[in-house]
């Protein structure tokens, strides 16, 4: 298994350019969660997935924009990036059912995105 | 929602020493803590966890306590070594809200050889 995979690693963006980071994970979880980290802080949610077909807003989903048409694939979108989006990009998955919940998150190795 | 503060912002310890990492959340229906460890330029790893049924967990070296009452939670490390030098963050959520983390600021670990 690869687990968690995106793309790109690195990319810099103009000031109002858009662009779609990627994000595959090869485990079957349901659940899917990007994540944006500023320098020398925490991780902070922007959107997440609890299955095909669902998605909903965290705590930063200004400026971004997710579909979910698979289980495997949960792409972000940047529309007219700005320099406050400068951040290392990080997505997640888990897996989780009713009978025996897990919390665990697996994590990608991230997308450090640079808007100037 | 939930707020998670994390303290201290940077800690520096011996080899050999003990660190101490606390978080306090506000939302007292949160009831998993996880902590993570990052290393530079690597994705965050989970090192442990603790449910709020549980006061304490400990994993060879690592221990994690939970206070429901003050609502706090704190991450010891024991005879640290320079391996250990790394980001460490708390975070909570509850298992009504789909999982969504609510991370704590971070704790910058330093291992003085």
């Known amino acids: 298994n690869a687990g968690v995979t995106q793309t790109p690693k690195f990319r810099i963006l103009k000031i109002g350019q858009s662009m779609t980071l990627q994000c595959t994970q090869d485990m079957n979880h349901n659940y899917m969660y990007w994540y944006r980290q500023d320098p020398g802080m925490g991780l902070k949610l922007i959107y997440y997935?609890?299955?095909?077909?669902?998605?909903d807003k965290g705590e930063v989903p200004n400026g971004y924009n997710v579909s979910r048409s698979t289980t495997e694939d949960f792409p972000l979108r940047l529309e007219l990036a700005a320099p406050s989006q400068t951040s290392v990009y990080f997505c997640a998955s888990r897996w989780t059912s009713g009978n025996s919940p897990s919390y665990e998150q697996y994590f990608g190795p991230g997308t450090r995105l640079t808007v100037t | 929602g939930e707020n998670v503060e994390q303290h201290p912002s940077t800690l520096s310890v011996q080899e050999g020493d003990s660190a101490v990492i606390k978080c306090t959340y506000s939302d007292s229906a949160s009831n998993y803590f996880p902590w993570y460890k990052q290393e530079l330029g690597k994705r965050p790893q989970l090192i442990i966890d603790?449910?709020?049924?549980?006061g304490e967990k400990k994993d060879q070296r690592i221990a994690v306590t939970l206070n429901k009452t003050a609502k706090h939670f704190s991450l010891h490390i024991t005879e640290t070594q320079p391996e250990d030098s790394a980001v460490y963050f708390c975070?909570?959520?509850?298992?009504?809200?789909?999982?969504?983390?609510?991370f704590g600021q971070g704790t910058t670990l330093q291992v003085k050889p």
């Open positions: 975070a909570a959520t509850r298992s009504s809200n789909t999982g969504k983390l609510i």
């Open positions: 603790i449910r709020s049924n549980v």
């Open positions: 997935s609890v299955g095909a077909g669902i998605t």
